[in-house]
């Protein structure tokens, strides 16, 4: 099983600042790399696929980067709205695997 | 506008059995694989079972296999999970999630979910 590790647990930062997520895979799991949000409540979102390419409709302050077993999600300018719940996902192998999360909090 | 509704949770006693349904619209049912997630409470996500867009293969995840079913209606565009020897640690929030291709891919699209208490 690739085991996904999220680092840090829990982000602390301010609106306007940048925030950089780290999500590490145990074995190369080549671009098949996903990023989701999640706030309270709510189903998860996709956000980037294929390690950086965003979803329809998400903004062009979020980035995804990395290959192979190292992966960053960078939001450029935090807004109110992205204070959540970050996962990423590989699904590169079975049984498909998430990260335990970064929870983005001001 | 590809939509996903999960109907079937509630609660059931340790070794009981409940199915869980998803109706899925606005896409080409048999095109894409589709899964079932989990989430406990406050905790984090767990990919459960995918079948397939045309093939029909099914994976599961170890913590389920030999224990859930995963099935389709294609004629009525519908996914289900059937659980049975349900155990406390199968209490979760269940979400229908489909995947971005045929036989791969992504969960770009989630269902509301579907909470399933195991609890006597």
């Known amino acids: 099983e690739v085991v996904m590790t999220q680092s840090p647990a829990t982000l602390s930062v301010s609106p306007g600042e940048r925030a950089t997520l780290s999500c590490r895979a145990s074995q190369s799991i080549k671009s098949n790399l996903a990023w989701y949000k999640q706030k309270p409540g709510q189903a998860p979102r996709l956000l980037i696929h294929d390690v950086s390419t965003r979803a329809t409709g998400i903004p062009a302050r979020f980035s995804g980067s990395g290959s192979g077993t190292e992966f960053t999600l960078t939001i450029s300018s935090l807004q109110s709205e992205d204070f959540a719940l970050y996962y990423c996902?590989?699904?590169?192998?079975?049984?498909?695997?998430f990260g335990g999360g970064t929870k983005v909090e001001i | 506008e590809v939509q996903l509704l999960e109907s079937g949770g509630g609660l059931v006693q340790p070794g009981g059995s409940l199915r869980l349904s998803c109706a899925a619209s606005?896409?080409?049912?048999?095109?894409?694989?589709v899964s079932w997630v989990r989430q406990v409470p406050g905790k984090g996500l767990e990919w459960v079972s995918t079948i397939s867009g045309s093939r029909g293969n099914i994976n599961y995840a170890d913590s389920v296999k030999g224990r859930f079913t995963i099935s389709r209606d294609k004629s009525k565009d519908t996914l289900f999970l059937q659980m049975n020897i349900l155990r406390a640690e199968d209490t979760a929030v269940y979400y229908c999630v489909r995947r971005s291709w045929d036989d791969g891919g992504c969960f770009d699209y989630w269902g509301q979910g579907t909470l399933v208490t195991v609890s006597s």
């Open positions: 606005g896409f080409t049912f048999t095109t894409y694989a």
């Open positions: 996902q590989q699904y590169n192998n079975w049984p498909l695997t």
